[in-house]
């Protein structure tokens, strides 16, 4: 470990501020004070029982449903499931046969509700249309603001595969005005926004949550005839349908969390804690640990691309390698080319989901027993969405896919019963017989072209939900049948993350942006993490600034070349550090500095576990930053305790108190690009 003088210790403590902080005050708080639970109940008897209006909105037959839907044969039912009173209301109308079931979720530890709707056909008639379908459709008359009070709405961006993927957006409500925001076409969090978002007046706010893998599209507003209430409204960004006889489709989901304080990131960290606890993969009654993990047959001179080049031997060699060399990941990865493909490109095979016998000649169990034998799991990638044109599905199920002119992808369609039949069996048995431990789906194409395709001009929506409806019954399915799996979500990286996916998933590799890049990593990180507490990305250099930029976001995915010149000994450390800090990352999250996707810019990020009176700070000097050290503010802190500060890579350790720390705490880094780990914990 690097040691510093005494003279640098004084310099830390003196040091101007470089850099400001985020607007928001950092401060102490109760998650427990933190929570609106009158306004939740308020909600909660207001919307989600049989005699109030309900929480969504449809047009039927040319008819809002504000008009009509009290009108109609209402029934109700509750129980409770641990944490959870769960209540479901029948509205059906006995003119025409539509019924439809809303399922309310009550949670009895946090301040938050969710639901989802079902529409279906019980008549022996097409229904009229429906359209306009929003699953969320609200006025928040709490939200009442003065002049001085602004509502603000804290979101983000999506995923592009750029440095600015999951960047902080941060908009005004103004009155009389509405921003509408959505994702840009078939996949949830692609591109423009990330479907969690925060709105907040200085005192209290709302987290929403869209439960939704396809289109969305969510409105806040103020042009009620009361600019002092906030309006919120989400759903599928097109539905114009009519329901068959016995037919039935769901819409998205939606979440909402009300908390109390003055400092919005009470909001977000109590969001935080409530997908921890409720809609993250979970493994003996806590959140699952993210897994670190190692490819084992990427790499090779032309023409290998991805893993076509993968053969049984090398990724045995490779397992046995690292074990070698005292690097032990949690799980080993086989990504894209271990298939059958005729061209020798990955993405040609996708389609035919059997083993290449030429590299793999006794299929992949070899492999995963190698890994097995040193208690690591195995990943394995799948794109079962995506059929290649020539592939065995192509070949011998059109009747299941959907085309488009002159594309050679199509779409497996798993709104199809026998498609998707097809493939939870093919899958849930290649996952047993050749010891998969996590599931890697990615998606790389936008499917929204191929659903518009696919609908008739009375039934547009349907292709999409029937197909997401799918994709959900396909891995509640695959984890049914496999007790212990680990679905790991790409699409394209990160551009399926929402809260049905989170709920069954996590993003391993959370962005296709320039491989092992760790400034852009850092950008992600900030971003990413006021919504979505566990997500992970990968990492190519041993280098500390290179790999705590890729780890910090709860999982790493190493590609490490284990040639001459490797650094051995600072690989087996950064594998030891990150096992040492995996859990700080489910802490309360706070972002000690400004974001910004410059080179010349610092990033501190700080996790925080009051519980347990610990937690860390993680800082980068980017390369171009000039100054060598900044002052942060440190939150979450109990103001009248004292705590043992360490900087671990200085081997300096200091004792403050909390007041000390909130009030600043000056970070000194001599070297540029370089990082700083701060550790902390509470000593009285």
């Known amino acids: 470990m690097k040691r510093i003088s005494a003279g640098i210790v004084g310099a830390?403590?003196?040091?101007?501020?470089?850099?400001?902080?985020?607007?928001?005050?950092?401060?102490?708080?109760?998650a427990a004070a933190a929570h609106d639970r009158a306004s939740r109940d308020a909600f909660a008897s207001g919307h989600m029982t049989k005699a109030g209006p309900p929480p969504f909105a449809f047009i039927y037959g040319g008819k809002a449903s504000s008009g009509f839907i009290g009108k109609w044969s209402v029934t109700s039912d509750e129980k409770t499931?641990?944490?959870k009173i769960i209540r479901t209301v029948v509205y059906t109308d006995s003119s025409t046969g539509l019924r439809i079931?809303?399922?309310?979720?009550?949670?009895?530890?946090?301040?938050?509700?969710?639901?989802?709707?079902?529409?279906?056909?019980?008549?022996?008639?097409?229904?009229?249309?429906?359209?306009?379908?929003?699953?969320?459709?609200?006025?928040?008359?709490?939200?009442?603001?003065?002049?001085?009070?602004?509502?603000?709405?804290?979101?983000?961006?999506?995923?592009?595969?750029?440095?600015?993927?999951?960047?902080?957006?941060?908009?005004?409500?103004a009155p009389k005005a509405e921003i509408r925001f959505g994702s840009t076409a078939g996949r949830s969090s692609d591109t423009n926004a990330l479907p969690f978002f925060n709105i907040a007046t200085p005192e209290h706010g709302i987290v929403a949550a869209i439960g939704w893998s396809g289109r969305w599209e969510s409105v806040v507003g103020r042009k009620g005839a009361d600019a002092r209430s906030l309006d919120l409204t989400a759903?599928?960004?097109?539905?114009?349908?009519?329901?068959?006889?016995?037919?039935?489709?769901r819409t998205p989901s939606v979440a909402l969390l009300f908390w109390k304080s003055p400092d919005r990131m009470s909001g977000h960290n109590l969001f935080r804690r409530f997908v921890l606890a409720h809609h993250m993969p979970q493994a003996n009654g806590k959140p699952v640990a993210l897994p670190i993990a190692h490819g084992v047959g990427f790499g090779g001179p032309f023409p290998c691309n991805e893993y076509v080049c993968a053969t049984e031997s090398y990724a045995i060699g490779m397992i046995e390698r690292l074990h070698q060399f005292g690097i032990e990941p949690d799980a080993c990865w086989i990504d894209a080319g271990w298939y059958e493909n005729p061209t020798g490109q990955w993405w040609s095979g996708v389609g035919t989901w059997t083993v290449n016998?030429?590299?793999?000649?006794?299929?992949?169990?070899?492999?995963?027993?190698?890994?097995?034998?040193?208690?690591?799991?195995?990943?394995?990638?799948?794109e079962p969405e995506r059929v290649y044109e020539g592939t065995w599905l192509d070949r011998e199920h059109k009747d299941w896919l959907a085309f488009l002119p002159g594309d050679r992808n199509r779409l497996l369609d798993l709104g199809n019963p026998k498609a998707l039949a097809w493939l939870i069996g093919h899958i849930s048995n290649f996952i047993k017989t050749e010891g998969v431990t996590i599931y890697r789906q990615d998606f790389n194409f936008d499917p929204a072209p191929f659903w518009k395709a696919m609908d008739a001009p009375d039934r547009v929506g349907i292709a999409e939900m029937k197909h997401i409806e799918g994709l959900y019954a396909f891995w509640d399915a695959l984890l049914e049948r496999n007790p212990g799996l680990l679905i790991d979500n790409c699409?394209?990286?990160?551009?399926?993350?929402?809260?049905?996916?989170?709920?069954?998933?996590?993003?391993?590799?959370?962005?296709?942006?320039?491989?092992?890049?760790?400034?852009?990593?850092?950008?992600?990180?900030?971003?990413?993490h006021f919504f979505v507490p566990a997500s992970g990305t990968g990492n190519g250099d041993p280098r500390k600034y290179w790999f705590r930029s890729a780890a910090m976001g709860g999982a790493v995915v190493m590609g490490w070349e284990l040639g001459a010149g490797f650094n051995v000994r600072g690989a087996i450390e950064d594998v030891a550090e990150f096992r040492a800090l995996r859990e700080y990352f489910y802490g309360d999250y706070y972002p000690l500095s400004e974001y910004s996707?410059?080179?010349?810019?610092?990033?501190?990020?700080?996790?925080?576990?009051?519980?347990?009176?610990?937690?860390?700070?993680?800082?980068?000097?980017?390369?171009?930053?000039?100054?060598?050290?900044i002052d942060v503010k440190l939150g979450g802190l109990d103001a009248g305790a004292d705590y043992e500060v360490s900087f671990e890579d200085y081997g300096v350790t200091v004792v403050k108190s909390g007041r000390e720390l909130s009030a600043g705490l000056t970070l000194k880094i001599p070297e540029a690009p370089a990082s700083l780990l701060v550790k902390y914990r509470r000593v009285r």
């Open 101 to 173: 079931t809303a399922v309310y979720t009550v949670y009895q530890d946090f301040p938050a509700a969710e639901w989802v709707v079902h529409f279906k056909n019980t008549g022996r008639s097409d229904t009229p249309i429906i359209e306009n379908v929003q699953a969320c459709a609200v006025s928040f008359p709490i939200f009442a603001v003065s002049a001085a009070g602004p509502v603000m709405l804290y979101r983000a961006r999506g995923s592009a595969a750029e440095r600015s993927d999951f960047g902080p957006i941060n908009e005004s409500v």
């Open 597 to 629: 996707t410059s080179d010349d810019a610092w990033t501190a990020l700080q996790w925080d576990r009051p519980e347990e009176g610990d937690g860390i700070v993680i800082a980068f000097r980017r390369p171009m930053a000039p100054q060598p050290s």
């Open 491 to 528: 699409a394209s990286g990160g551009r399926r993350i929402d809260l049905e996916t989170t709920s069954r998933s996590i993003p391993l590799w959370r962005t296709d942006y320039q491989y092992y890049e760790p400034n852009g990593y850092q950008c992600h990180t900030y971003g990413l």
């Open 12 to 30: 830390l403590a003196a040091a101007a501020m470089s850099i400001s902080a985020p607007s928001s005050t950092l401060f102490a708080w109760d």
């Open 235 to 249: 759903g599928m960004a097109a539905t114009h349908f009519k329901l068959l006889p016995g037919e039935e489709v």
């Open 357 to 382: 016998t030429k590299n793999f000649p006794r299929g992949l169990k070899p492999v995963t027993e190698a890994a097995k034998k040193f208690g690591q799991g195995f990943v394995v990638w799948f």
């Open 81 to 83: 499931e641990g944490a």
